[in-house]
């Protein structure tokens, strides 16, 4: 059985949602872990790339499941194809960037979960093709990411 119809077992109901013109699944979110983790799909784009940033809480874990991706952990640059798990632990500069000429997949693990509660105040439900990025999200990106690190 392939890995994501494994997940989708578990379940109850995954949410998709845009977020800076890609599109990403919340298989299994800290409402249905106890907080322990969530785990999310991520559709990206070519040449998406988020913001670097640093989760002050969360270990993040990337399985590559298709694509080409370039990844930044600390001072450390990945290149990371389909097949490839790159960990992050908390505390830690990184970002990611597809990196190919077609969209990429990526498996999400963040431990402990709650992080996912900014991509649904930041996201767009998900509904017909991609919209091109949007730069008010970003601004509200950033905001958010300002207040969450000065609060």
């Given at each position: 059985?392939?890995?994501?119809?494994?997940l989708k077992l578990f379940a109850e109901k995954s949410t998709s949602l845009r977020v800076l013109?890609?599109?990403y699944t919340f298989h299994i979110t800290g409402d249905q872990t106890g907080g322990a983790f969530t785990i999310t799909e991520g559709c990206i784009q070519p040449g998406s790339a988020p913001p670097r940033h640093i989760h002050h809480l969360e270990d993040e874990a990337f399985y590559v499941l298709d694509g080409q991706f370039s990844f930044v952990r600390g001072k450390q640059q990945i290149e990371a194809g389909a097949g490839h798990f790159i960990h992050i632990p908390k505390g830690t500069l990184h970002t990611f960037r597809n990196v190919g000429k077609t969209k990429g997949r990526l498996l999400t693990m963040l431990s402990p979960a709650g992080l996912e509660k900014y991509f649904f105040e930041i996201g767009s439900e998900a509904t017909g093709s991609?919209?091109?990025n949007d730069p008010s999200?970003?601004?509200k990106v950033i905001g958010l990411a300002s207040a969450s690190t000065s609060g």
């Open positions: 059985m392939h890995l994501l119809n494994k013109g890609d599109l991609l919209p091109p999200v970003i601004e």
